[in-house]
C-alpha cells in the first residue's frame, strides 16, 4: 500500500532536495506475498550534495503515519539487546521524534526534534574521524 499518488504529492515528499521516487510494481515468486502485486517506490538519488538521507527517512514515515494512521505503527521491543525501550527510539536517539509524531507535530518539528540529536552526535563523532 505504500505506493499511492497521494503518498508522492504528500508535502513532506514534495519539499525533498536532490531526490526523486518512482513507483515501482513487483510479484515476488516466493514468500507471504509470492502471487500478489506489490507497490512502493525507488528512491532515485539526483543531487548527492543537497541529499539528506535522514530527512529523506524522516518524511517517508511522516508522510506514511499521516496518510494511513489506522494502519501505521512502530515495531515494538524487542530490539536485538534492548527490551525495553522501541527500537525507533533506539535508531533515532531518542523518544521525543516518535512521542511528537505521535501527537500529530508539524513535520518541521519532528525533523527538529531528530536534528538536535544528529548535531549532538556529529559534535562527539569529530574526535573519531580518521579523514576530514
Known amino acids: 500500500f505504500i505506493y499511492h499518488k497521494s503518498f508522492l504529492a504528500h508535502k513532506a515528499i514534495k519539499g525533498l532536495k536532490g531526490v526523486t521516487f518512482r513507483p515501482l510494481f ?72 516518535r512521542k511528537l509524531l505521535e501527537q500529530d507535530c508539524s513535520f518541521n518539528d519532528f525533523c527538529t526534534s531528530v536534528d538536535e540529536g544528529r548535531k549532538e552526535f556529529i559534535n562527539i563523532r569529530k574526535k573519531y574521524l580518521i579523514y576530514k
Do not use: W
Not at 57 to 66: P, V
Not at 70 to 83: A, G, H, S
Open 26 to 97: 513487483f510479484e515476488p515468486t516466493f514468500n507471504k506475498f509470492k502471487g500478489d502485486i506489490c507497490k512502493g517506490f525507488q528512491i532515485h538519488v539526483t543531487n548527492r550534495g543537497s541529499f539528506d538521507s535522514l530527512k529523506t527517512s524522516l518524511a517517508i514515515i511522516y508522510a506514511l503515519r499521516n496518510l494511513y494512521p489506522n494502519d501505521f505503527f512502530f515495531t515494538p521491543p524487542p530490539y536485538e539487546y534492548e527490551y525495553e525501550k522501541m527500537p525507533i527510539d533506539i535508531l533515532l536517539g531518542s523518544d521525543k521524534p
